[in-house]
């Protein structure tokens, strides 16, 4: 990646002195330069609220009613999940995390339960289903409030931020359910030996 940057900045100063415009060249790095900054602090104020909300949800057992809401359907998902495994509150901590569009707060919970489904796998060099299925999950990234990309837009001025929403929740819920779906469909394919 860091080779495609230095590309990049490169062929923009080669492309700006041959055109003659390498003032341009200049005034635009500086003043996305400023951007960058001013979307970095505005995405502190939200991350810190929202993460905020999650310390409370986890502090106030709030997580363990969501979890308790969520075994029957991880019974169905998560087959090789032990009922009393602590993963099942992470994964909620962690879907609840990306609905609220709190990715950056989703990665870290992630990989806390990729962490606790690999302590429970017999076969530690071949990922279970749940793994698996966890894994679609949290890359589908379902979003009901796009917490960040909303910040991102406060950021840039965006007239109005929060028409995002709507197309992100349709989105991502049809993103959610193919992921789901096609782990189910090629757990049952991986198990008759495709």
Known sequence: MNYI?????????IIGVLNHTTDAVVNSMLSACDTSVKIAFSLIGIMAFWLGIMRIAEKSGMVQIIARLLKPIAKILFKDIKPESPAIGDIAMSI?????????????????VMKELQEENNDKDTATDSM????????AGFQIIPATVIAVLVGTGAKNPTEIII??????TLAFITA??????????WRKGL
């Open 180 to 189: 789901i779906i096609t782990a189910l469909i090629l757990r049952k394919l």
């Open 132 to 139: 698996c299925m966890f894994l679609g999950m949290n890359t």
């Open 5 to 13: 940057f230095l590309f990049l900045i490169i062929s923009s100063i």
């Open 167 to 172: 197309p992100t929740l349709i989105v991502t």
């Open 96 to 112: 609840s995390a990306n609905a609220l569009g709190l990715t950056n707060a989703a990665t870290p919970i992630g990989l806390k």
